[in-house]
C-alpha cells in the first residue's frame, strides 16, 4: 500500500506520493497542486480547500484559517489570544481551558475545537489523494514545526486519526526540508568525509524556521533550528494593509478596517500587490471598487516604500538567522551553502537579508512550496 507525504500549512496543503523512484505532488479537483487550508461551515453544508478560501469574504465567520496554530494550545496561551486579534471567527474558552472555534452551521450555533476542524481538512487531502489514485492509501508521514511542542504533536495525530489517517509519523518541517534537499543532491561527502554544512531557510505565511544541517551520502544531521513563531506572509500583508488604511483614510474619509469584510477584501488586494513586489520594482496598484460608501479606491505603492515600512520585519529575520549561527556554533565561511524554501521567501527584501548574513546567494534547488511535502514522502518511501 502507498505511503503518503502531507504537509498541512497554515495556507497551503500538499500531498506527496512516492511513485518511480520519485515523488509526485496529487493534484486536487481543480487540477491544482496547491489545496489552500481553509474550511467553511455554511448554512447547508460544509466547505474545504479552494471553494471555502473563494468564501472567506462573503462568510468571514464561518471560514476558518490558520487554525493549525491553534491545535493542542490552551485558550489562555497568549499565542491563542493574539490569534484572535489576526482572525474573522471567534474563539472561545471551551471545556479545561481548551480552545473551541464558533461558528453558524446548518443554521446552528456549534462550536468545534481546532483538532475537530484540522481532521475536517485532514478528510479533504484523504478525498483528494483517494480520488487521483487507485489504491486506497491510508498510512501517511505528516510535517509538523519544528516548534512544536508534544501536546500539539499529539492534537495532530489525533486529528489525522479522526480522518482515518494512519500517521505512521511527525516530522519537523526543518528535518523534511533537509532530507528532500540530500536525496536529490548526488555530490554530497562520503560518509567518512567532512560532511557539507548547509542552511536551510523556509518562511511561509505565519511563522520562520530555519536550520543548518551537516550533510553526508545517506546521513544527514540537524545540527541547529531557530525560528520566529509569529513571522509570515500574513505579517508582510498587514503592513500594506495599515499603510493604505492610512491613505485612505486621509484622502477618501474612510477606514478600511471599518467592517470584517472590507478589511478582508483590502487584505486580498494587499497580498496581490506584495506577490506582483516581487517581481516589480514600479509601483503596484491596489484598488477596490464599490468599497466603503460605494466609493471606488485606489492607492499604490513601491517595493521600496514596501521594504521601508517592513524595516522591523525584516530586522526579526536577520535575528533569528544569526542566532541560529550562534545556536550552531558555527559562522558564515562555514555553511557552504543556504536553501530557501516558503512562499514568502519570494520577498526579495528577505533574500538580501539570507545573503546577508550567510555572505551567499540564497539557492532556490528545491520546489519552493512542496519541498515539506516531497521531504515527508521521501521518509517513507
Ligand atoms: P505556514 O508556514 O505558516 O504554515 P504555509 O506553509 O502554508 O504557512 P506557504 O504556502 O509556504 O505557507 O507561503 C504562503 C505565503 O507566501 C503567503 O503569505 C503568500 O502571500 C506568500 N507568497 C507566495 N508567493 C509570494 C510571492 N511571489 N511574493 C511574496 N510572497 C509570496
Known amino acids: 500500500m502507498a ?3 502531507l504537509d498541512m500549512g497554515n495556507f497551503s496543503s500538499y500531498i506527496g506520493v512516492a511513485r518511480a523512484g ?6 486536487n479537483e481543480y487540477s491544482d497542486r496547491l489545496t489552500p487550508t481553509y474550511v467553511t461551515f455554511d448554512k447547508s453544508t460544509r466547505v474545504v480547500g479552494q471553494a471555502s478560501k473563494a468564501m472567506e469574504v462573503t462568510n468571514p465567520k464561518n471560514t476558518i484559517c490558520n487554525f493549525k496554530r491553534l491545535i ?13 486579534d489576526l482572525n474573522t471567527y471567534s474563539i472561545f474558552e471551551g471545556k479545561g481551558g481548551s480552545v473551541n472555534i464558533e461558528v453558524n452551521y446548518l443554521n446552528e450555533r456549534k462550536r468545534f475545537t481546532p483538532e475537530q476542524v484540522a481532521a475536517i481538512m485532514f478528510g479533504k487531502l484523504k478525498h483528494i489523494t483517494s480520488s487521483e489514485s487507485t489504491s486506497k492509501a491510508i498510512d501517511c508521514v505528516i ?16 486529528a489525522a486519526h479522526i480522518a482515518g489517517w494512519n500517521c505512521l ?12 534537499y ?3 543532491k548526488g555530490d554530497l561527502p562520503e560518509q567518512t568525509e567532512k560532511p557539507r554544512l548547509v542552511a536551510f531557510v523556509d518562511m511561509g ?7 543548518i544541517v551537516a550533510l553526508n551520502k545517506g546521513k544527514l544531521k540537524m545540527i541547529a533550528t531557530a525560528f520566529d513563531l509569529s513571522l509570515g506572509g500574513r505579517d508582510f500583508d498587514r503592513v500594506i494593509m495599515d499603510a493604505m488604511r492610512e491613505d485612505f483614510r486621509k484622502r477618501y474619509k ?28 514600479q509601483p503596484m496598484p491596489i484598488s477596490l471598487e464599490s468599497f466603503i460608501d460605494e466609493k471606488d479606491v485606489t492607492g499604490k505603492m513601491s517595493r521600496a516604500e514596501f521594504e521601508e515600512l517592513a524595516k522591523p520585519l525584516l530586522d526579526r529575520i536577520r535575528s533569528t538567522l544569526m542566532s541560529l549561527l550562534k545556536e550552531a556554533k558555527t559562522n558564515w565561511e562555514d555553511v557552504e551553502s543556504v536553501e530557501i524554501v516558503g512562499g514568502s521567501t519570494r520577498i526579495p527584501a528577505v533574500k538580501q537579508i539570507v545573503q546577508e548574513v550567510f555572505r551567499k546567494s540564497p539557492m532556490t534547488t528545491m520546489n519552493s512550496d512542496e519541498s515539506v511535502a516531497r521531504g515527508c514522502t521521501l521518509m517513507c518511501a
Not at 72 to 83: A, I, P, S, T
Not at 144 to 158: G, H, I, N, Q
Not at 205 to 211: E, I, K, N, R, V
Open 22 to 27: 520519485g515523488v509526485e505532488i496529487i493534484a
Open 3 to 5: 505511503v503518503v507525504g
Open 182 to 184: 540530500g536525496i536529490y
Open 254 to 281: 474612510i477606514d478600511a478596517y471599518s467592517t470584517v469584510k472590507a478589511k478582508l477584501r483590502l487584505r486580498a488586494e494587499c497580498e496581490k500587490a506584495k506577490k506582483a513586489m516581487s517581481s516589480n520594482v
Open 169 to 180: 509519523r511527525l516530522i519537523n518541517e526543518t528535518t523534511a526540508v533537509a532530507l528532500c
Open 205 to 211: 505565511h505565519t511563522a520562520l524556521q530555519a536550520s
Open 72 to 84: 493542542g494550545r490552551r485558550y489562555q496561551d497568549l499565542f491563542v489570544q493574539q490569534e484572535k
Open 143 to 158: 510535517g509538523v514545526p519544528c516548534f512544536y511542542t508534544d501536546t500539539e504533536r499529539r492534537a495532530m495525530l489525533e
